[in-house]
């Protein structure tokens, strides 16, 4: 009998449809992909999507040769779209056609495919070589490159006729490397130019066509389960593999010429993760430490190679130095995190769900997420944590919520809530700070998605006051959601720019404010910028941060030292924030700025 595969992929929204139609649906349609597999296996693709987006993909040529060659199934996932949380939504679509196969899905090999990915010719018929093999767990790495510049060469490629895309391993290679993302060469250790805060793949050039990477968050193209799962409890990668498949039964596909998947983000994707210099390997192991599972460290140990000509012999020089590389930083390592109840997964589920928009039960998720302590937060005793968050100045965001709250105030006493429109991502300092609920409240993701249509409809011209709660620095969408919130507004309405910068201390405020005030020259005549911060109460911050942190274990001598460390520090920050907390705004925005608000009046 042929191996059972349901082919796994998650997409929504016309743009994006039509782009996962354009470029990655041909590449899975060249000969050695999706058609070798549906011969050999039996083969049904699922895509987990809107319901009102069925319709779109019959339209194109691309996805009419994907019906014509093995079936194909939608399944909605309306109820699971939370604008701004794809991970959460990324997950739990994988997981619901793969929970309702019920005692089926251990006879079930599932690949997944997210939908920017494009695969090189004859991926998919080495992945069958491991499905034949009965393995559980078959692991893929992909290449992240900028869309922006790849994608017309790409488009160049596609059979207009057939609407498939077939290209070798080799060239695509080619292309990866020439047009590598400024994530990659962040993560690439012999370079010392920029790197990334936030490291989970690591690479080295090896020469101008080979480049060897180590992954600790690799994808898992492809799982057969080993027990039947009904809910998931964190991230498809970091819980599926050993949820699904506990014996970690796995292999790599560690050679682009077997298998070699493109991966396109836009040229700005994690620019705050981005900065100058060169990471020590002590700040990449505390990194790692916050979130590597024991699959994330097992799957670090490959040698992945992506080559567009022929290995060269330095290839063993480079695989014995990123191996030393790996077992220094795993050295440095304590205890893996687990899975569940993962620090990361907490918080975000809680953010979903506040902002999910659908009320029905998910049967995906756990009925009930549990909510456990920081690691930082977890020794520290249970009377001391109400205690010091009753004490406002000792907040490290003491002086930001003073500006804000002030803001809010000036802009109460000149209009009812009713003609406040506030415009920012819900966060937990703004939850923090504001009750959204008195105001009308839009995410910008949503203004930029849905053009003026969502934001000004019947409201044209309502709202005397918008306040822009920002976080990134992003001309170009800022330029755009300017435009929306002025045309929502009364005549003469002031706009409110509250940036919180300690929320992303990577922002260039400077650069920033220059897009606030070129966008507002053509508005209006002046601006009024209040700002807070400054070294001392950068310092504070730190204070307090080290201070709020929990006492570790140990034996009752190292604990009273650690105790009275903090008090210290504790009383030391609190002076701080309070006597610099207590001074009225500054007009100009200094370098250690912790947060501004610009006032500008419209004509």
Known sequence: MKPKVKFLTVVWGEAYIERFCSLSLPSFLASGNMPALAEATELEVV????????????????????????????VEID?????????????????????????????THFVFMNADFILANGSLSSLYKHIIDGRSIVLAPSFRSIAEDVEPLLEHAVNTATGVLDMLPRPMVELAIA????????????????????????????DEHTVLGHYFLIFMLCLKPERVIKTINCFCDYSFIPEMCPSGDEVVMTDSDEFFMLELQSREQEWGMLRLG????????????????????????????????????????????????????????????????????????EAWMKRRVSSGAIPELEPHVPKIPSPAVRHTRAFLRPLLASIKPLSPNWVDSRLFNQTIAAILDDSAPDS??????????????????????????????TGDKLIIGDNGGRYSHVLLYLKSDTPDYLVNLIKQCVAAMKPNGTLHFFVHIHSNPGIDIYRLHFYIADTLLTLTESCAVQAVGGYVNHVSRVLLSWGRSGIPPGNLKYRAVAL????????????????????????????????????????
């Open 564 to 603: 009275s460390g903090k008090l210290i520090f504790l009383l030391t920050g609190l002076m701080g924030n309070i006597t610099f907390g207590l001074k009225a705004p500054t007009s100009k925005i200094g370098p250690y700025c912790s947060s501004f608000v610009v006032h500008a009046k419209l004509r």
């Open 47 to 74: 895509i987990m999507t809107c319901r009102d987006d069925f319709q779109t993909f019959e339209k194109n040529i691309s996805f009419r040769h994907l019906r014509g060659m093995c079936p194909v199934r939608f």
């Open 420 to 449: 406040v429109l506030v415009v920012g991502e819900i966060d937990h300092f703004l939850n923090s700070q504001l009750d959204v609920s008195r105001f009308a409240h839009i995410d910008p993701k949503d203004i930029v998605q």
């Open 278 to 349: 060169k990471m020590t390997e002590v700040e990449i192991a505390s990194s790692l430490q916050e979130w590597t599972t024991n699959e994330h460290r097992r799957a670090a140990n490959h040698d992945l190679v992506f080559h567009s000509k022929d290995i060269p012999p330095e290839i063993g020089i480079a695989k014995a130095q990123a191996r030393a590389f790996i077992d220094k930083i795993k050295n440095r390592l304590t205890s893996p995190k687990s899975h569940i109840d993962h620090p990361y997964w907490i918080p975000g589920i």
């Open 179 to 206: 047009n590598s993302h400024l994530t990659t060469i962040a993560k690439t250790l012999d370079q010392q130019v920029l790197y990334s805060t936030h490291p989970n793949q690591f690479f080295w050039r090896v």
């Open 79 to 107: 109820d699971l779209i939370v604008q701004g949380i794809y991970s959460i939504t990324l997950t739990l679509a994988y997981a619901r056609p793969i929970i309702a196969c019920g005692d089926e899905m251990v006879h």
